[in-house]
């Protein structure tokens, strides 16, 4: 769903489809793919710490 550079993400993927649970010291995060099945991710917290601030900081870049 992300595949395209041009594109309006916010229809392509809600944020009910993305899952993050917590599992012993790390956090697991499935994304969806185009075409079916999930990207999983696994961090820690110091990665899911560094992941927020860049997502924040490229959703106030689009803000501006």
Not at 49 to 55: E, P, R, Y
């Amino acid at each position: 769903r992300h595949t395209r550079f041009k594109c309006d993400w916010s229809s392509d993927v809600c944020s009910s489809d993305l899952e993050v649970t917590k599992e012993a010291r790390s956090y697991i995060m499935r994304i969806p793919l185009e075409g079916g099945g999930r990207l999983v991710v696994e961090l820690n917290l110091e990665e899911a710490t560094n992941l927020a601030s860049v997502l924040n900081a490229s959703v106030a870049l689009v803000k501006k």
